[in-house]
C-alpha cells in the first residue's frame, strides 16, 4: 500500500507540473478561433511548456524521461495519498471506477470534450476512439499516461509481470524503469527470463515472433512490438487470433508508439509571428542524406528525376557528397545554413510510417521538409499547420521542380511555411513503458485480440509508388 501511494504521490506532483507549464486557463476557457480557417490561431506572445515529454518515439534505447519534481505538499482540497476522501472527490472516476488522475478536460477548438463522469468510458483501446472526435482529440497516449484502472487504484491488482521474449535490449531490469520514469501505475516487473513464460502476465516480441514451447494461461497478454514497416518485419500469419496488444507507430495499436510527436504547446494556437527570415543566406537548393539505395518506394529513382530539374545535393552512400554520421551535428549545421530544402523520404509508403527523418531531420531544423512515405493525411494529422511539402501533391518530379524553383525567388512565400515555429515541441518521449504496465492492470478488466493480425499489419496497408488518388497517382 506504501508503494501504491508513492506512485500516486509522484503522479500528483507530475500533473501539477503539466499543469503549470500548459498554462491551463488558457487551455480550458479558450475556445475562439477566426472563421478564415478553423486552425489559425495567431500567437503574438512565446508560450512556454508542453505535453511533449507525453509524445514521441518509444525505441529500446533507454532514454532517460523527464523527471518530475521533488515531492511536495498536495495542494488544498487534495491529498498525496489517492485513497482518502479528497482525492476521490478531486479525480474523476471512468471505467468503471477507475481514476482520471487530473482534471484536464481538453478543448479542442469548438468541441469541448465530455466532461467525465461515474459512466463514462475512458477512450483506452483503439475502438473505444469515438470517430467525431477531431484527430488530435483521439489521441490515446495522454489518456492511456493519467488514467488508473480501479483495481490498481483500490490496490486489489496483484504486480504484474512483463517479459520481453526478444531480450531486454537496455532496458532495466525488475521495476527499474517504471520507477525511473515515475510511472503512475508502476507495480510491475521487467524480465528477460524466458523461464517466466508461462507465468508472465505480458510478453511482448520485437523484431522477430515465434510461438513459445509454455502452455498459455487463459489471461496471458501476448503483444508485438514493431517500429519497422510492413516491408521490413515477419509475417505474422503463425498468429492469428492470438495477439492481443500492438505496439507500433500506427495510430489503430494498443500502444501506440511513434518516432517522434510533435505537440502543440496551446491546443489553439498553430502559428506566431516570425521575424527571422529562413531563406536569408542560403544559396543552395534540395539535400538528403541517404544511406539505403534499394527502397521499395522508388525514393531514389524520384530523387534523380528531380535533380534534372533543379539542385539535388545526395549525401552518403547513394549519392556524390559526404557528411559522416559521426559528425552528424556539423552536417545539420550545414543543412540549416545552406539549403532551403530537405527530401525527407521514407524507405517505405505505409500507413502513418513517419519516423525522425520529418521530425528530427526535417522540422527540429529551419528547413522545408519535402516528404515521402505516409499518406498526406497522416502527415496533416500530426505535424505543425503547413510545414511540409508532400511529393503526392505534385503531379512529377518536373512539377515539384517548378514549384520549389518558385519558392526559391519569393522568400515571402517560403517564409509561410516556418509560421508554426515557437508553437510546440517535436519530442521522443511518450512514456511507452508507464503504459505498458499500466495496460497489463486494465487486462483484468477488459479484453482485445487482433483476429487476423497478420492481415492487420499488412493487407492494403503500404504502396510501392504514389498513393491512390493522389495527383501523382493520376498524373493530373
Known amino acids: 500500500m506504501a508503494r501504491q501511494a508513492d506512485s500516486y504521490t509522484r503522479f500528483l506532483i507530475l500533473a501539477i ?37 507525453l509524445a514521441g518515439r518509444n525505441k529500446h534505447e533507454g532514454a532517460a524521461a523527464a523527471q518530475p519534481a521533488a515531492v511536495q505538499a498536495a495542494p488544498a482540497g487534495h491529498s498525496n495519498n489517492p485513497k482518502s476522501s479528497a482525492s476521490r472527490s478531486a479525480y474523476p472516476t471512468v471505467r468503471g471506477g477507475g481514476r482520471l488522475l487530473d482534471n484536464l478536460f481538453r478543448v479542442q477548438g469548438n468541441f469541448k470534450f465530455p466532461e467525465f463522469n461515474e459512466t463514462t468510458t475512458l477512450a483506452i483501446y483503439p475502438n473505444e476512439v469515438p470517430a467525431s472526435y477531431p484527430v ?17 487504484a483500490t490496490g486489489k491488482s496483484r504486480t504484474k509481470t512483463i517479459l520481453l521474449y526478444n531480450g531486454l535490449g537496455g532496458e532495466g531490469n525488475g ?88 505537440t502543440p504547446y496551446v491546443h489553439n494556437v498553430f502559428v506566431k509571428t516570425q521575424t527571422k527570415n529562413y531563406a536569408s543566406g542560403k544559396t543552395k537548393k534540395v539535400a538528403w542524406f541517404v544511406s539505403n539505395c ?15 530539374h533543379i539542385q539535388v545535393d545526395i549525401y552518403g552512400g547513394c549519392g556524390t557528397h559526404q557528411c559522416s554520421r559521426s559528425r552528424s551535428g ?56 503547413n510545414s511540409f511539402l508532400h511529393v503526392d501533391n505534385f503531379t512529377s518530379p518536373k512539377h515539384l521542380a517548378d514549384y520549389l524553383h518558385e519558392l526559391d525567388k519569393d522568400d515571402s512565400k517560403y517564409n509561410t511555411y516556418f509560421q508554426w515555429k515557437g508553437t510546440g515541441l517535436v519530442d521522443t ?29 499488412r493487407k492494403d496497408t503500404c504502396v510501392r509508388g504514389a498513393w491512390p488518388g493522389s495527383k501523382r497517382s493520376r498524373g493530373v
Open 17 to 53: 507540473t503539466f499543469a503549470v507549464v500548459l498554462n491551463l486557463h488558457h487551455l480550458l476557457f479558450v475556445t475562439q478561433r477566426p472563421a478564415s480557417d478553423p486552425r489559425r490561431v495567431q500567437a503574438n506572445e512565446p508560450e512556454s511548456g508542453s505535453l511533449g515529454k
Open 136 to 152: 488530435r482529440a483521439r489521441d490515446r497516449i495522454w489518456n492511456q499516461m493519467r488514467y488508473v484502472p480501479v483495481n490498481a
Open 175 to 262: 521495476r527499474e524503469r517504471f520507477q525511473r520514469d515515475n510511472c503512475p501505475v508502476s507495480d510491475c516487473i521487467m524480465t528477460g527470463d524466458r523461464s517466466q513464460a508461462a507465468t508472465a502476465d505480458v510478453i511482448m516480441w520485437q523484431h522477430s515472433v515465434f510461438n513459445p514451447f509454455h502452455k498459455r494461461p487463459a489471461k496471458q497478454i501476448w503483444a508485438v512490438y514493431f517500429l519497422e514497416s510492413p516491408h521490413h518485419t515477419p509475417s505474422l500469419n503463425g498468429f492469428a487470433g492470438k495477439v492481443n496488444w500492438t505496439a507500433t507507430y500506427r495510430s489503430d495499436s494498443v500502444i501506440v508508439a511513434p518516432y517522434y510527436k510533435f
Open 294 to 308: 534499394g527502397a521499395q518506394n522508388g525514393r531514389l529513382e524520384y530523387a534523380r528525376e528531380l535533380g534534372k
Open 330 to 385: 556539423e552536417c545539420f549545421r550545414l543543412l540549416e545554413k545552406e539549403y532551403k530544402f530537405y527530401l525527407a523520404f521514407e524507405n517505405s509508403n505505409c500507413w502513418n510510417y513517419i519516423t525522425e527523418k520529418f521530425f528530427l531531420n526535417g522540422l527540429s531544423h529551419d528547413i522545408l521538409p519535402i516528404v515521402m512515405g505516409a499518406r498526406m493525411q497522416d502527415y496533416i494529422d500530426v505535424a505543425p499547420l
Open 429 to 457: 518521449n511518450a512514456f511507452f513503458w508507464c503504459r505498458l504496465c499500466m495496460m497489463a492492470h486494465e487486462a483484468e478488466l477488459s479484453s482485445f485480440n487482433y483476429g487476423d493480425i497478420e492481415q492487420w499489419w
